[in-house]
Every structure is written in structure tokens, then in C-alpha cells.
């Protein structure tokens, strides 16, 4: 089966010129997918299409007036190229990946040298490949419906576009603009592309449907793209132009090939100037961690001083050697795991989903989490109501979620219309009885068994007998909440990340007596409210909690045995850790650090050795950045930004004296424990594979995605060499024992990876 059409459209005579010859409209339409994708099928299909319009104009007359290129897709013009084919051919030699890269920007240069002019009709997702298609196009007419995104992201996966991308762009939009966009890899609207140059014409759209998208799953809608508007105004657009041939002015689409096919005009001070402040800005951003987005900048400025067809060879031969580098690869893993989960959390298994939507929430705790939880369902459209036992804190709390719910991203500020709009969803109920109509109740209260096991108690004698009950405990076994309730099968964890707004994981945690449908409806709400859900069985920490907790209590460890602070610090931010695990103390706060270090001891006792030095801490009423004290000082956070952590003398003397050399690299000691506990969290089964570790480590502690996840970055080292590391650890205690797995895996030479699911 084809994965694109041709059809014939006339023509609009407009009056006093008539243009002659009919229009080719090459329509993408990716058999069995909702998406376009650019693999070698669909690639080998435009080529041969361009050979049949181009033989059409040869023997027609009149010949062809010009080709239009669009989607059948709804909501999709291209979602970019066949990231499963670049999978499979990440060893290829450079030579052939430069091959590549050259034969898709000479099929695609095709657009920009036939004899008749050329218009991409964009409506709807049009990134990488995809946009690199439309670029080299003459003239780009899209839709503003807000589904109509245009991206470069290629620098996001480790790479930059190689089909051209580079190359056209800064000649459309003028450097600088094309530098944003290609070492940024952001999503510009319609509208902004407009504004840019990006795309030479608008078509207004009606007001946005609920129409699938890319992401829905749902086969594609038919349609007859000819007949689409953004079809029509660019088969007008190749009239207008056409109309212009016989014109001096304004330029014709002959006159923009030629300016576009040499180089930039820009001056040496201009270049100069250009990248000195955008690599500063890259830099900024990478901390050099991502090679990509700077080895594109070189190229832009490079390419910029050269003719098309040479920039287009450097194109090539740059994107080499980012193809199939660690950082590609590990990027490339994070890519599938969240493609992974997405497509996991689609569809209804049981087919009672759908039957029971969660549409009101109940929040129970108006304090930090029970704020973030209610406004992330409030922006979604599900009506809250929030309860708490003081008053004040409910009112505050009120208040709170709806300016939470109505932050406008792009103003850095509170939207009044959306305000206004978004307190209609919240209500503030004076007891749990008041809550007696909502689907689920989320129990955000404090960290107290019994507290939360009489609330829960209270709840599920108040609400319907389908209503989900919910706990976001962070330490508090599920089972054991579970005791007492008469419908456990109706209870879960539901555990969200501070702050809400920000982190995008939820562990879903399956209690011993969980039902099926009770976790299948809670992951179903999660994706709704646009976070990742992965399910995790019960267990102590459940899974980001255990796996965090070593990390973080080595670190303690280590601040205990007389290591400097920063030194720790700076070791894990090295290894690329959005921040050191004792500034992350210090923001979690070093009394709550205590309690789950002793919740943990309790249920780990081999491995989870108490750190001095928290007890310490606390006892000098060192609480972290509450207080502004903890390992560090903090004075007052300034322009709405963080406070710095700074040297503290009076933190640093309650550590021991250093007695002797410290045993290992602090990155393996930090690291190392994570690893081993993460093998036994899967032996426990408490998720069930490797993948829903490196997503959850990912998206729950910011584990840097240039690593590919844990196991990803454990397999970079290889398990027989992660053994020998821990050799000279092992006197430090039963933290630093190699599992039966990693042994297994260093026996028989196997990648943490190497499992059938992995490669799916
Ligand atoms: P918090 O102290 O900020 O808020 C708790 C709120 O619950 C307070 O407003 C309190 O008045 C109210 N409350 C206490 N007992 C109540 C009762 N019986 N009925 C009604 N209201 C009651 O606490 P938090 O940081 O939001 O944590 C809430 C829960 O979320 C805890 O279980 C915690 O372990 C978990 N959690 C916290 C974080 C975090 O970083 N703060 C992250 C994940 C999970």
C-alpha cells in the first residue's frame, strides 16, 4: 500500500489573469498510522510522485502550474522522521549516514529547483523531517488551529536536522530567528511561524475541536485532503504566484530559488556577535552535557557563509557524527519509554473506563501537595472540592488552587478571565461528608498511618460505593492504609511530586487489594491530567522513594564522614543530577528527610544506614530551606528565583573529623547503591521491567535524560564492570553487595536492556 496520493485540482481563475494548467496536490497519508512518519517507504514514495508530476508536466499542455504538498492526517501534517528505523541503524559508518542525509535533501532540493512552484499546506504537527519537507518548499500556507505546531526538535534527541533543515531555514527566517529554533528544538504556532517568515500565508480555522490528534490513537479521519481549506489556499497561493510570473515585482518564487540558493548576507560582526551570545545561552541550558544544539549552531553560522549546496554537505557530514553518539542513544531511550507509556495508558482494557470517568475530585488536605493536586485537575476541567481540618488552611487553600490553576506560563502571571472561569470548578467543603458526590477522593493529609486510616474510613462510609479513595502517602505502606476499609479493592496510592505544577510523574501504587479497574481508571485520570502515570506495587518507598533514598542517604553518609558539602554536591551535578542530594535535602527538608530515612531503616534495616549527621541537623533546628538553614545558609529568594545554598561554618562542624581516604569515586559511592536497590526493586516485582525504572528515575528525580536512565547508564559501563566497581565497596556494608541479577547479568555478559520487551 502507497503512503501517498496524487490528485488534480484546477486552477482558480481570478478575474483578469487566467492561469493555465491544473495543480498536483501530493497528499501523505501513512497507511494503518494517525501519523505521518518520514521512514524509507514514504520517502521513496514522494520521489516517485515527483517523478510522475514531473513527466505530467513534461507531456501536458498546459503543463503542471504547480504542486501542493498536504496531509490526510487529522491534525498532523508530518510528526517527523521513523525514529524506529533510526533505531536500527545506529551503528551504520559515518559515510553512510552522511549518504543518507545527502540523498534526503537532494530529494527534497527537488522542491526547490522544478519548474513550477511549490507550497506545503501545514495543518496541524509539522516537526523535524517534516518541517524540513515544508522548508524546502517554496511557499508554506498553514492553519492556525492550535494543533498546528512547527519544530526542529531534533536537538532534543542528541541530533540536528540533516535533510536540509539547517540550510534553509536561516534563509527563510534570517539567522538569528533559524538559531532559536534549531538549538531551542521549541514548538512555535501558527501565528508566531507567521510572524517569523516561517509560513507565507494563514488560514483561519473554526474554533478547536475535540478532533484526534497524533497522540489519540484513533485511526485517521477521511478525508478528501484536496478539498480541505488549507489545501485550497495554497493551490491559490501557486495561482498568485503563477499570476506573478509575467510581473517584475514582487519577487516571484523564481526570483526567491535564487536568493535562497547563496549564501547569507550577514557581516563578520554580526556572526561573531550572533554566536558568542548563543552559545553563551546553549551553554546556559546544556551545562555541556549536550553536545547537540552547539554542534548545530556551528553549522548554522558556518553554512550561513557558504551557498545552499555546500552548507548542505556540511549539514551532512556535522549530523554524522551526533547520529548514533551516547548522548543520541540515551536521548533516543527516554524518546521510546515515554512513547511507551503513552501508548500503554491509551486504550481501556477492561472496557470499563470508559464507563466510569472520574469527572469531580475531592482533595482532603489543603497543604503543599493538596494545593498542587486539586489546581492540576482544576486545569484540566474537573471540578474539585477541597476540604482540610483548619479553616484557615482551607481558605488559603482556596484561594491558592485557583491562582495556581489559572498561571498563565507565557505572561509569568495570574490570567484574570481564566480566574474567573476556574474558581467556578473549586469549592471549599467544611468535612469529608460534604464530599459525598465526587468519583475520587485524593487523602493529601499529613504523614500519620493512623490519622490518614481514620480519614479514610470516614470518606468511604461518606462517598458512593464506586468512588475511587486515594492516598498520596510518600513512605505509608498501601496495604496497611488499606486495613479497616470496607471496599479495598477501591483504594490506591496515588502518588504525585513536589512541586505538582512542575513534576510530570505519578506513581499509581497497587495495594495488595487494588483491583485491576481501580488502577486502570486512576491511570486513565493521570494521563488526563496531562502528568505520566507508571504502576507500582506495594512496597516501602514504593519505587522512586526507594530508589532516591540511597542516593540521598549516601550522600549523608559521606556529609557525616567530614566529605565537604559541595564536593558531594558537585559530583552528582556532574554526573549531570539537576542538583546535589544535599541541596535536595535541604529543599525537601532535613525533618522530613529524618522520618522517611527511619520509615526506610525500618522496612530496609541491612541496607539503610542512619546518617548522623541529619540528627545533628535537626537537633540545632536545622530544617533545610524552611528555615534557611540546613547543610547550607539561604538568605531570601530574589526575583521569584530559588535562594543560593551557601557555605555554612556552624552546618560543617557537625560533621566527623575526615579520618582516613575516602573508598571509591563519590559518583559510584552516590550511584552505585541506587542501581542495586533499583535490581532488587525489580526482583521484588515491584514494576516490571527496567523500562518503568528509567522513566520514573526521569521524570520523577530529574535523572538526566543524557544518561538514558539508570539501567540505560548502567549498561553504558556494563554489569561485569559495575561489579568490579563495587569490589573495593563492600566493607562499607551490604548497600554495596552486587545483586543476584547484577551477578547474572555479569555472568552471562547481558545488557539490563536485553530483554524481548526492551526492543519492542
Ligand atoms: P502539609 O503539612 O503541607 O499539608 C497537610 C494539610 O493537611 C494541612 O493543611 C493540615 O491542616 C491538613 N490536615 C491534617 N490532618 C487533617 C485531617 N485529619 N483532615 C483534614 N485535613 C487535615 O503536607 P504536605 O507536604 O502537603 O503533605 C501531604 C501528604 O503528601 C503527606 O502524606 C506527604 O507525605 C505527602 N507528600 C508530600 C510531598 C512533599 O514534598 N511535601 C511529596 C509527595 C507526597
Redesign the pocket.
Known amino acids: 500500500m502507497k503512503a501517498t496520493r496524487l490528485e488534480w485540482t484546477d486552477v482558480p481563475g481570478d478575474g483578469a489573469r487566467r492561469v493555465e494548467g491544473r495543480v498536483a496536490v501530493l497528499v501523505l497519508d501513512l497507511p494503518g498510522k494517525s501519523a505521518n512518519l518520514l521512514g524509507s517507504a514514504m520517502l521513496a514514495d514522494i520521489a516517485e510522485r515527483l517523478d510522475q508530476v514531473d513527466a505530467a508536466h513534461q507531456s501536458a499542455d498546459p503543463p503542471v502550474a504547480g504542486l501542493v504538498i498536504a496531509s490526510a492526517k487529522a491534525g498532523v501534517f508530518v510528526a517527523g522522521a521513523d525514529l524506529t528505523e533510526f533505531i536500527a541503524g545506529l551503528d551504520r559508518p559515518a559515510d553512510e549516514v552522511v549518504a543518507t542525509c545527502r540523498r534526503g535533501q537532494t530529494l527534497f532540493a527537488r522542491l526547490a529547483s522544478c519548474d513550477y512552484p511549490t507550497v506545503a499546506a501545514i495543518d496541524g504537527v509539522c516537526v523535524g523531517g517534516g518541517l524540513e519537507l515544508a522548508v524546502w518548499c517554496d511557499r508554506r500556507v498553514a492553519t492556525d488551529s492550535p494543533k498546528t505546531q512547527l519544530a526542529f526538535p531534533e536537538v532534543k534527541l542528541g541530533l540536528m536536522p540533516g535533510w536540509g533543515g539547517t540550510v534553509r531555514t536561516p534563509r527563510l527566517v534570517g539567522l538569528g530567528n533559524a538559531v532559536e529554533l534549531v538549538t531551542g528544538g521549541e514548538n512555535v504556532s501558527a501565528n508566531e511561524a507567521y510572524r517569523l517568515g516561517l509560513v507565507d500565508d494563514l488560514v483561519a480555522v473554526e474554533a478547536p475541536t475535540d478532533s484526534p490528534t497524533a497522540d489519540d490513537g484513533l485511526p485517521p479521519l477521511p478525508m478528501d485532503a484536496a478539498e480541505s481549506a488549507v489545501v485550497q489556499a495554497a493551490v491559490r497561493l501557486v495561482a498568485a504566484e503563477r499570476g506573478r510570473d509575467t510581473e517584475d515585482s514582487p519577487p516571484s518564487w523564481r526570483a526567491d530559488r535564487e536568493r535562497l540558493a547563496g549564501p547569507i548576507r550577514q557581516s563578520d560582526t554580526e556572526l561573531m556577535f550572533l554566536g558568542a551570545t548563543a552559545s553563551a545561552v546553549i551553554h546556559q541550558k546544556t551545562k555541556g552535557d549536550y553536545p547537540a544544539p552547539m554542534a548545530a549552531l556551528e553549522v548554522l553560522l558556518e553554512g550561513a557563509t557558504r551557498d545552499s549546496e555546500a552548507a548542505c554537505e556540511l549539514e551532512a557530514a556535522s549530523f554524522a557524527p551526533l547520529f548514533g553518539s551516547p548522548e543520541n542513544r540515551a536521548l533516543l531511550n527516554v524518546f521510546f519509554l515515554t512513547d511507551r507509556a503513552k501508548r500503554e495508558s491509551r486504550g481501556p482494557k477492561s472496557g470499563r473506563r470508559s464507563d466510569a470517568p472520574i469527572d469531580r475530585v475531592g482533595v482532603?488536605?489543603?497543604?503543599?501537595?493538596?494545593r498542587g493536586i486539586a489546581a492540576a485537575n482544576v486545569r484540566r476541567g474537573v471540578a474539585v472540592g477541597l476540604?482540610?481540618?483548619?479553616a484557615d488552611?482551607l481558605r488559603d487553600g482556596v484561594e491558592a488552587v485557583v491562582r495556581e490553576a489559572a498561571y498563565n506560563r507565557a505572561t509569568k502571571g495570574v490570567d484574570a478571565d481564566l480566574a474567573i472561569e476556574r474558581s467556578a470548578l473549586v469549592a471549599a467543603a467544611s468535612g469529608v461528608d460534604r464530599l459525598d458526590g465526587v468519583d475520587l477522593l485524593v487523602e493529601?493529609?499529613?504523614?500519620n498511618a493512623d490519622?490518614k486510616r481514620s480519614?479514610l474510613a470516614e470518606a468511604e462510609r461518606a462517598l458512593g460505593p464506586d468512588a475511587i479513595l486515594a492516598s498520596?502517602?510518600?513512605?505509608i505502606p498501601i496495604t496497611s492504609l488499606a486495613h479497616g476499609l470496607e471496599r479495598p479493592e477501591r483504594f490506591a496510592g496515588l502518588?504525585?511530586?513536589?512541586p505538582v505544577r512542575k513534576m510530570p510523574l505519578v506513581e499509581v501504587i497497587r495495594g495488595a487489594q487494588t483491583s485491576a479497574e481501580t488502577v486502570e481508571r486512576l491511570v486513565a485520570h493521570v494521563r488526563r491530567l496531562g502528568k505520566t502515570p507508571v504502576v507500582v506495587n506495594d512496597g516501602p518507598g514504593f519505587l522512586v522513594n526507594r530508589l532516591l533514598l540511597p542516593y540521598m542517604n549516601e550522600a549523608a553518609l559521606l556529609a557525616t564522614a567530614g566529605v565537604p558539602f559541595r564536593e558531594i554536591d558537585r559530583a552528582a551535578k556532574s554526573f549531570g543530577m539537576p542538583m546535589g542530594p544535599l541541596e535536595l535535602h535541604d529543599v525537601?527538608g532535613l525533618d522530613t528527610c529524618l522520618h522517611a530515612g527511619r520509615v526506610m531503616h525500618g522496612a530496609l534495616p541491612d541496607r539503610v544506614v542512619p546518617a548522623a549527621i541529619l540528627d545533628r541537623l535537626v537537633e540545632a533546628g536545622r530544617l533545610g530551606q524552611k528555615n534557611g538553614k540546613g547543610f547550607y545558609n539561604y538568605g531570601p529568594s530574589t526575583k521569584g528565583k530559588p535562594p543560593r545554598p551557601q557555605h555554612s561554618a556552624e552546618a560543617a562542624v557537625l560533621a566527623d573529623e575526615p579520618s582516613s581516604a575516602i573508598e571509591g569515586e563519590l559518583a559510584d559511592r552516590l550511584l552505585l547503591p541506587m542501581l542495586l536497590e533499583a535490581t532488587r526493586a525489580i526482583e521484588d516485582g515491584i514494576v516490571r521491567d527496567v523500562r518503568d525504572v528509567d522513566l520514573a528515575l526521569v521524570l520523577g528525580i530529574g535523572f538526566p535524560p543524557f544518561r538514558g536512565g539508570l539501567f540505560h547508564w548502567a549498561d553504558t559501563l556494563g554489569a561485569a564492570a559495575i561489579v568490579e566497581r563495587l569490589e573495593p565497596l563492600c566493607s562499607l556494608g551490604a548497600r554495596f553487595e552486587p545483586t543476584e541479577t547484577l551477578h547474572r547479568h555479569a555472568r552471562e555478559g547481558r545488557a539490563f536492556y536485553d530483554t524481548p520487551e526492551a526492543h519492542r
Request: hydrophobic residues 50%; aromatic residues 8%; charged residues 10%.
Open positions: 482532603v488536605g489543603a497543604g503543599i501537595m493538596g476540604c482540610d481540618s483548619r488552611a493529601a493529609i499529613v504523614e490519622a480519614l498520596n502517602t510518600s513512605t502518588h504525585f511530586f513536589n525537601v
